[in-house]
Each structure stands twice: as C-alpha cells, then as structure tokens.
T-cell receptor, first 112, second 114 residues
Framework: ELKVEQNPLFLSMQEGKNYTIYCNYS?????LYWYRQDPGKSLESLFV?????AVKQEGRLMASLDTKARLSTLHITAAVHDLSATYFC????????????FGKGTHLIIQP | EADIYQTPRYLVIGTGKKITLECSQT?????MYWYQQDPGMELHLIHY???????EKGDLSSESTVSRIRTEHFPLTLESARPSHTSQYLC?????????????FGPGTRLLVL
C-alpha cells in the first residue's frame, strides 16, 4: 500500500527565512506532484516531478526528487507572507490503479 | 487556468436525502476523479474514471456512486445522505498521454448533512 508522509505538518516562520518541506513515499512511483491550497479554496498545481534528480523552480519555491530515496523536497527561499498556505505532496499510484495518494499537508504560516 | 466546474458549491441537507454533486470540465480530458477532504486534512480518492463508461473505486470506502456517460461530465450521487458524509468533495481531471498528467481540481462542494 502506498503511503506518503510529509514533515513538518505545521510550520511557522518569519519572512526572509529559508525552509524545506520533506515528502517521503513508500513505493515506487513515476510521478510526484506538489500542490498549494489556500484556506477554503481548491488545489493549485505547483510542480510535477517525473525523474530522479528532477529539479523545478518557480519564484521562491524549488522542488526536487530523489527516486532512489523516495524523497521529494520543497524548498522556500526568502519566504514572503503570500506563500502562507497548505502544501501537499501527492504520488501517483501504480500497479494498474490511477489517482493520487496525498500526504497530510504542511500548514505553513509566514509572519512579517 | 483549468476549466473544471462543480455545483453546488455549498449544500446543507437532511439525513436520508438523495443528492448528486455535479462536476464538468471543458478541457476534453479523458480521466476524471473524485476526492474527499475533511477540513485541514489530506485528500482521499473515492472514485475515478478513465473515460466514457469507465468507473473505478478509489482507496476510501464510499457509499457514493458515479457515472460517466459523457466525457465532460462526472456526477457523484449519494442515495441516502448521513452526517458521516459531511465533508468537502473535490473533482479533478487530467489528460492521459502527456508525461505530466497534471490533475486539475475544481473549486469543491462543501456538504453538510444534518
């Protein structure tokens, strides 16, 4: 059974600081996704990572994937208040099934 | 921006009522999904479809049913709503054949069963 674990689950940080969110998954998968969710809103796609060593960057966010370690990271550089949200990683199922298995999410608060 | 729509956005209903949550997408995506999300928690897959006349159950045991008669439409039905069905329901779609197969999510339906 595929399991996805994120840590930390809650993070409060100050503007201007750097931090990393970790996502571990239990079985091999060919796709890993990062999504953002604002309170009361739906999910916004941030990154799709397909291969070992993949790195993608958008603004202050950078995501990477290590398929051998089954680990993805989402790094925040010089955080700003607008990045406050819940961040989910999700892994595509395999073995003939479809859909995504999500982590519990990281609730990120960035304070001025 | 993805064009995926859900109605109603909010629904308050009594126990035992039959409800249908609507989901439509205008992107011509072949795959569609339903997820359930309790406030502040992770999403759980409850149903998905590869295309017309295809429906599959997801991870989370659900008393709901789905149908896929048209490519763009993937409604979810609860025959008899119960308080345990109170949650947010999110519909998503994706297009197979592309490496990313990004799933685009609708705005969600918040359901409260009294």
């Amino acid at each position: 059974e595929l399991k996805v674990e994120q840590n930390p689950l809650f993070l409060s940080m100050q503007e201007g600081k750097n931090y990393t969110i970790y996502c571990n998954y239990s079985t091999t998968s060919d796709r890993l996704y990062w999504y953002r969710q604002d309170p009361g809103k739906s999910l916004e796609s941030l990154f799709v990572l397909l291969s070992n060593g993949a790195v993608k960057q958008e603004g202050r966010l950078m995501a990477s994937l290590d398929t051998k370690a089954r680990l993805s990271t989402l790094h925040i550089t010089a955080a700003v208040h607008d990045l406050s949200a819940t961040y989910f990683c999700a892994v595509r199922k395999g073995g003939g099934a479809d859909g995504l298995t999500f982590g519990k999410g990281t609730h990120l608060i960035i304070q001025p | 921006e993805a064009d995926i729509y859900q109605t109603p956005r909010y629904l308050v209903i009594g126990t035992g009522k039959k409800i249908t949550l609507e989901c439509s997408q205008t992107m011509g995506h072949d795959k569609m999904y339903w997820y359930q999300q309790d406030p502040g928690m992770e999403l759980h897959l409850i149903h998905y479809s590869y295309g017309v006349n295809s429906t599959e159950k997801g991870d989370l045991s659900s008393e709901s049913t789905v149908s896929r008669i048209r490519t763009e439409h993937f409604p979810l039905t609860l025959e008899s709503a119960r308080p345990s069905h109170t949650s947010q329901y999110l519909c998503a779609s994706s297009e197979s054949g592309y490496p990313q197969e990004t799933q685009y999510f609708g705005p969600g339906t918040r359901l409260l069963v009294l």
